[in-house]
């Protein structure tokens, strides 16, 4: 399967702290993307990292990829209670596959 | 610009019944996409449509079913519903067809339950 797998499945920080997920996934890839989902809503898309980049930064938002250990990080910086959401990587070849997400819960 | 508009928001039928959902993507969009999202299994990829061509098939049973129209607006069927089925049924559009830049939108999506 080329799903990506996010880890961990879930985190809860405090408010103000960052935030860092991984994302592992399988075969080659063209880009790899970043999505938010709030509870039963669609996905909101956040990022693209081209499989030829290494960091790529957005707002509070910084997204690495390692090609050589298929590998991805997203960091969330000064988190925010508003940032409680499910975060998914997806990985495109023919088509855009999904991991299962890390649900991130902020405390405020 | 409408963003992508899935119809109905929730949706209840019993074991044997069929379904249709329909998904109106973004104004000048010609791929839409059909996700399945369950708890266990997270987003898994039904099928995709490009100008009204059924261009990838995920790996899912012969029930589920879909096309597209002229105008992009596309429509997916479920028939002889299983238990199994319950799910959040997205659907997402894109401009082109290929994967250089592109990236998705998503609509609110579709709640089925199957009593």
């Known amino acids: 399967s080329q799903q990506g797998e996010e880890d961990p499945q879930a985190l809860s920080i405090q408010e103000g702290e960052n935030a860092t997920m991984n994302c592992s996934y399988k075969t080659s890839i063209n880009n790899l993307q970043w999505y938010r989902q709030n509870s039963g809503r669609g996905l909101v898309h956040l990022i693209l990292?081209?499989?030829?980049?290494r960091e790529k930064h957005s707002g509070r938002l910084r997204v690495t990829l390692d090609t050589s250990k298929k590998s991805s990080s997203l960091l969330i910086t000064a988190s925010r209670a508003a940032d409680t959401a499910s975060y998914f990587c997806?990985?495109?070849?023919?088509?855009?596959?999904f991991g299962t997400g890390t649900r991130l819960t902020v405390i405020p | 610009k409408a963003g992508v508009t899935q119809t109905p928001r929730y949706l209840i039928k019993t074991r044997g019944q069929q379904v249709t959902l329909s998904c109106s993507p973004i104004s000048g969009h010609r791929s839409v996409s059909w996700y399945q999202q369950t708890p266990g299994q997270g987003l898994q990829f039904l099928f995709e449509?490009?100008?009204?061509?059924?261009?990838n098939k995920g790996n899912f049973p012969g029930r589920f079913s879909g096309r597209q129209f002229s105008n992009s607006r596309s429509e997916m069927n479920v028939s002889t519903l299983e238990l199994g089925d319950s799910a959040l049924y997205l659907c997402?559009?894109?401009?082109?067809?290929?994967?250089?830049?592109?990236?998705?939108?998503f609509g609110s999506g579709t709640q089925l339950s199957v009593l």
């Open positions: 449509y490009f100008s009204e061509t059924q261009r």
């Open positions: 997806a990985t495109s070849d023919n088509n855009l596959f």
């Open positions: 997402a559009s894109r401009s082109g067809p290929g994967w250089a830049n592109e990236k998705l939108f």
């Open positions: 990292i081209r499989s030829n980049e």
